[in-house]
């Protein structure tokens, strides 16, 4: 089992930064896939962001490409996601998942196991 709390949310205006943390425990995130996804109110989960096991290659949704970035720490289980120039329609519930086989895919279906999610509400 692996158990994952992400944290870094909160308020902040329209063109803030925020930074998101998820911390995974019970088995090293060491050697596998990583990704962030968002729930805004009324709609779908939707992917953000992945890294690979090897953190050779990471993906973007287009809407937050060259404004977030997602990184990880593998000797502190630590996965992160660096947000930047942040807009209201970034608004949602984020949650950090835990992919057991593939390459960081945009599919909520793909992860195995997920956090409780840490809300990020941007105001103008």
């Known amino acids: 089992q692996v158990q994952l709390v992400e944290s870094g949310g909160g308020l902040v205006q329209a063109g803030g930064s925020l930074r998101l943390s998820c911390a995974a425990s019970g088995r090293t995130i060491r050697g596998y896939s990583m990704g962030w996804f968002r729930q805004g109110p009324g709609k779908e989960r939707e992917f953000v962001a992945s890294?690979?096991?090897?953190?050779?290659?990471?993906n973007y949704a287009d809407s937050v490409k060259g404004r977030f970035t997602i990184s990880r720490d593998d000797a502190k289980n630590t996965v992160y996601l660096q947000m930047n120039s942040l807009k209201l329609e970034d608004t949602a519930v984020y949650y950090c998942g835990f992919q057991t086989m593939g390459w960081g895919g945009k599919s909520p279906s793909e992860y195995t196991y997920w956090g409780q999610g840490t809300q990020v509400t941007v105001s103008s």
């Open positions: 890294i690979y096991w090897s953190n050779t290659q990471t």
